[in-house]
């Protein structure tokens, strides 16, 4: 089940986001407020994923400059990886958009054997550029845009 995120949620969500990035490195940089960064100022919403009544994930669609949605903070629970939670939330977000009318993006860093690049390729998502980046040390060297399926 997809649901807003609430307030009662958020600390469970930065332990799982922990978790995350003990194991995959996402985020790429811890950020100083986990609180504050799974909760964008440009947020058009938060969701996460309940899986046997467990918050199972995340994500949040923001607004972008030109007045889309990006699909940010998607992240999966470790242990409830490769059971269609990550495609669902995705899912979620591109059917939300098209409900309000947005044209929807996502960028990821290129860190190789990425379960998450994986996820969008396997969903359809298209790469549209690579843009350079230098704030993720060796970990990755390019952001990856993508556009949903059409």
């Not at 949620?9 to 922990?18: G, I, M, N, Q, S």
Request: proline fraction near 7%.
């Amino acid at each position: 089940m997809i649901r807003e995120r609430s307030d009662a949620d958020l600390d469970t969500c930065v332990a799982l986001l922990r978790d995350v990035h003990e194991l995959a490195g996402y985020p790429v940089n811890w950020p100083a407020d986990p609180h504050a960064w799974l909760t964008p100022v440009n947020r058009l919403g938060c969701w996460v994923a309940v899986v046997d009544d467990r918050v199972a994930g995340h994500v949040v669609l923001t607004e972008d400059k030109q007045g889309g949605a990006a699909v940010e903070r998607l992240f999966v629970d470790p242990q409830a990886t490769r059971a269609g939670v990550g495609r669902r939330l995705l899912e979620h977000c591109v059917s939300t958009a098209a409900e309000w009318g947005r044209r929807l993006t996502l960028e990821v860093v290129d860190k190789p054997d990425s379960p998450a690049i994986a996820l969008y390729r396997r969903a359809g998502w298209q790469e549209t550029a690579r843009t350079p980046i230098d704030w993720a040390g060796p970990q990755a060297t390019h952001l990856l845009h993508f556009q949903p399926p059409t």
